[in-house]
């Protein structure tokens, strides 16, 4: 079945950066475009950008250029995403997503907490 | 950008009742919109997408419509399941937009 697995809960200051991954397994790692969405604490989901893991080309949202880069490793079927300067307004879960033949994200990963704090 | 604009931001409802939920885009997407169901605590779940087709595994009592800029998701017959909060999805020139989320609560 597929499955998309995260890395752990994240700690850090203002300033630094992080590096989430998400491990695919059940499909195809190379067919379909991974994309990555953001949920800051009692809000609404927030889409960052997009990774094809055949090409490595990626596309990311006007508000992250220069701050996000989005990579993967096709030999142990991985995802990355990093964002740098963090703020505390970065506090937030990051989900990485499938997306499906018609631009749906059809399976998520369980998130991971990002927490910025000085 | 595309924006989307989803209503009610939250609603009443009883199980049994019928419930609609809307989201206008800024500018036609054609039928690129998908619907997810998040639960507190959980990642979002697709529901539909395509504006009208339903994600494998999920109940017929969700239904979508809609082409363009006017679209809606109904629960024809709410069940306890389905109290949560909904969210739309557009889809234009490689970029996604999501709607704010309505949160369905119990009356």
């Known amino acids: ?118 | 950008d595309v924006q989307m604009t989803q209503s009610p931001s939250s609603l009443s409802a009883s199980v049994g009742d019928r419930v609609t939920i809307t989201c206008r885009a800024s500018q036609s997407i054609n039928s690129w919109l998908a619907w997810f169901q998040q639960r507190p605590g959980k990642a979002p779940k697709l529901l539909i997408y395509q504006a009208s087709t339903l994600e494998s595994g999920v109940p017929s009592r969700f239904s979508g419509s809609g082409s363009g800029t006017e679209f809606t998701l109904t629960i024809s017959s709410l069940q306890p399941d389905d109290f949560a909060t909904y969210y739309c999805q557009q889809y234009n020139s490689y970029s996604w937009t999501f709607g704010q989320g309505t949160k369905v609560d119990i009356k």
């Open chain 1, 1 to 118: 079945q597929v499955q998309l697995v995260q890395s752990g809960a994240e700690v850090k200051k203002p300033g630094a950066s992080v590096k989430v991954s998400c491990k695919a397994s059940g499909y195809s790692f190379i067919s379909y475009d991974i994309n990555w969405v953001r949920q800051a604490p009692g809000q609404g989901l927030e889409w960052m950008g997009w990774m094809n893991p055949n090409s490595g080309n990626a596309g990311y949202a006007q508000k992250f250029q220069g701050r996000v880069t989005m990579t993967r490793s096709t030999s142990i079927t991985t995802a990355y995403m990093e964002l740098s300067s963090l703020r505390s307004e970065d506090t937030a879960v990051y989900y990485c997503a499938r997306r499906n033949d018609w631009h749906s994200p059809d399976y998520w990963g369980q998130g991971t907490l990002v927490t910025v704090s000085s």
